[in-house]
């Protein structure tokens, strides 16, 4: 089936600093992936959409300036969390759509925990 | 953007009960998806629906489809402990997901 990869699976950073996760798919290639963040016992809330060689579409609510996605290839996206704070604390999980699939179906990374101290 | 919801938020039964847990919208979807998700991990697609009034199985687990495809259902038959996790439904381009249904299958 298809595989989407996520790197780092945790990371742990100072307030005030970036931080860069990565999302790969690797068996497949994605013309659009997206990028969610889920708080505990929570369902998953849609951040941004991101199409390969242009310009991340991010819902209503979702700084741009401090979620900078970038798409630059088939296979990979990339959001960097700039200028940290604890409350960006959150468990940030990335999918991709199989562009070779009729129905759409999103296959998800394995997320990433971030915790800024 | 489309919303769906889940329900009950919440389901604890003993190992060999059945299960249902509902998904619905007041809007039309070309498709919906089915995930379950474990602690600290990422959602893994069970089945996707396309057509008005599908039905799908899985082992154990029977997915359907509305006919107006506006709503959806999961049944669990004889729930096991490995059957404990996220259920999430899904639908729509950019995925609107459902709040999700917490099911816990007691030993």
């Known amino acids: 089936g298809a595989v989407v990869s996520q790197h780092p699976s945790w990371v742990i950073c100072k307030s005030g600093t970036s931080v860069k996760i990565e999302c790969r798919s690797l068996d497949f290639q994605a013309t659009t992936m997206f990028w969610y963040r889920q708080f505990p016992k929570q369902s998953l809330m849609l951040m941004a959409t991101?199409?390969?060689?242009?310009?991340?579409?991010?819902e209503q609510g979702v700084e741009k300036d401090k979620f900078l996605i970038n798409h630059a290839s088939l296979t990979l996206s990339t959001l960097t969390v700039t200028s940290a704070h604890p409350e960006d604390s959150s468990f940030y999980i990335c999918?991709?759509?199989?562009?070779?699939?009729?129905?759409?179906?999103?296959?998800f990374g394995p997320g990433t925990r971030l915790t800024v101290t | 953007t489309q919303l769906l919801e889940q329900s009950p938020q919440f389901l604890s039964i003993q190992e060999g009960e059945n299960l249902t847990v509902y998904c619905n919208s007041s809007?039309?979807?070309?498709?919906l998806q089915w995930y379950r998700q474990e602690p600290g991990e990422g959602p893994v697609l069970l089945v996707t629906v396309v057509t008005g009034g599908e039905v799908k199985k899985l082992k154990r687990l029977t997915f359907q489809f509305g006919d107006a495809r506006k709503d959806s259902s999961l049944h669990i038959t004889a729930a096991q402990p490995g059957d404990t996790g996220l259920y999430l439904c899904a639908g729509g381009v950019g995925l609107s997901f459902g709040a999700g249904t917490t099911v816990t299958v007691r030993a």
């Open positions: 991101s199409n390969e060689g242009s310009k991340a579409t991010y």
């Open positions: 809007s039309v979807f070309s498709s």
């Open positions: 999918s991709a759509r199989d562009g070779a699939s009729g129905a759409g179906e999103q296959y």
